[in-house]
């Protein structure tokens, strides 16, 4: 069964860093376009990044563009997301997803990243 498990969110000081990870289990990630998403309390989700097969199209939302950077450890199976910078307006709870097709077709559970003072 494939299965996403993202790692690596906690509680920070705004200005802080924290590094997301996004493991594969039983699928590998290196061959599909992998997003990053967030949700807060009471607002939609939100796709901020994504990394397609071999690196060629890296897309990130405005919102985080200039702080976060997306990329791959095909060794380890893994995708990471580097956040710097981090406002308070980042907390959120934040996922991986993997695309087969047309949509983002499996999920991780969730890191919780809290910016606060």
């Known amino acids: 069964q494939w299965q996403l498990v993202e790692s690596g969110g906690g509680s920070v000081q705004p200005g802080g860093s924290l590094r997301l990870s996004c493991v594969g289990s039983g699928i590998a990630l290196d061959y599909y376009a992998i997003g990053w998403f967030r949700q807060a309390p009471g607002k939609e989700r939100e796709g901020i990044s994504c990394i397609t097969p071999n690196d060629d199209f890296i897309y990130y939302a405005d919102s985080v563009k200039g702080r976060f950077t997306i990329s791959r450890d095909n060794a380890k199976n893994t995708v990471y997301l580097q956040m710097n910078s981090l406002k308070p307006e980042d907390t959120a709870v934040y996922y991986c997803?993997?695309?087969?097709?047309?949509?983002?077709?499996?999920w991780g559970q969730g890191t919780q990243v809290t910016i606060s003072s």
């Open positions: 997803a993997v695309r087969l097709g047309s949509d983002w077709d499996y």
